[in-house]
């Protein structure tokens, strides 16, 4: 039986981040829809969830975009997958910007309003360089749509994530211009110029292209 692929998208998105993406795998593939966090829940009990939820086996390939790839991490440390995707993200604490810890440092996702975090702004557009009005578009309903006690939660997991080494075998697809993430190279990465934050939709070419030949 061939390997399932999961693919676990951005803080508070969905699977529309990854429609245009053209995959050519025979693989079954499985869009993982965020459940609601526990009070108190840390992050690796939510991964085990995760797991138990979508049955995720040691076989199974894990691709994680952005916040996505964070929880590919702690799931990949319960199960050991075979392999590991990451797309514009991190794969240990070092690799997240400064603002995540110091945002949960110092507490500062309490101040936010909950009302204000599904709320697309400049600050928001600058970060994914946002170039074209249909993308524009395409993230404000994403945004919009977002679940904000997700999205609080998961800030603070960020923030307070504890990884602090890259696991052996991840591997990473980063564009050198990402501003959320800044790029951290390895041997194994395959890196995009001048891909930003949303390069799995402005430049979804590329990453397909990436994806196709990775060998799963």
């Not at 309903?141 to 997700?150: E, G, L, Q, V």
Request: charged share 25%; glycine share 6%; with cysteine.
């Amino acid at each position: 039986m061939k390997p399932k692929l999961f693919f676990l998208s951005g803080l508070g998105a969905d699977k529309r981040a990854f429609d245009a993406l053209t995959l050519h795998f025979k693989n079954e593939i499985v869009h993982i829809e965020w459940l609601v966090p526990i009070k108190q829940e840390s992050f690796s009990q939510y991964a085990k969830r995760i797991i138990d939820r979508y049955q995720i086996a040691s076989s199974d390939v894990l691709v994680g975009l952005s916040f996505g790839g964070l929880m590919a991490v702690e799931i990949h440390h319960i199960i050991n997958n075979d392999s590991v995707i990451l797309i514009s993200s991190a794969s240990c604490r070092k690799e997240l910007h400064p603002f995540f810890r110091v945002t949960s440092r110092l507490g500062l996702t309490r101040l936010i309003p909950k009302r204000k975090l599904n709320q697309p702004n400049h600050f928001i557009y600058k970060g994914f360089a946002i170039k074209t009005a249909s993308h524009k578009q395409l993230l404000d309903t994403i945004i919009k749509d977002s679940d904000t006690d997700f999205v609080q939660w998961a800030i603070r997991q960020m923030g307070n994530w504890n990884r602090k080494d890259r696991t052996e075998g991840i591997i990473k697809i980063h564009g050198d211009n990402d501003l959320m993430i800044p790029i951290h190279n390895a041997e194994k990465d395959y890196t995009i110029k001048g891909g930003g934050h949303f390069m799995v939709v402005d430049r979804a070419e590329e990453v397909s292209e990436i994806l196709n030949n990775i060998s799963i």
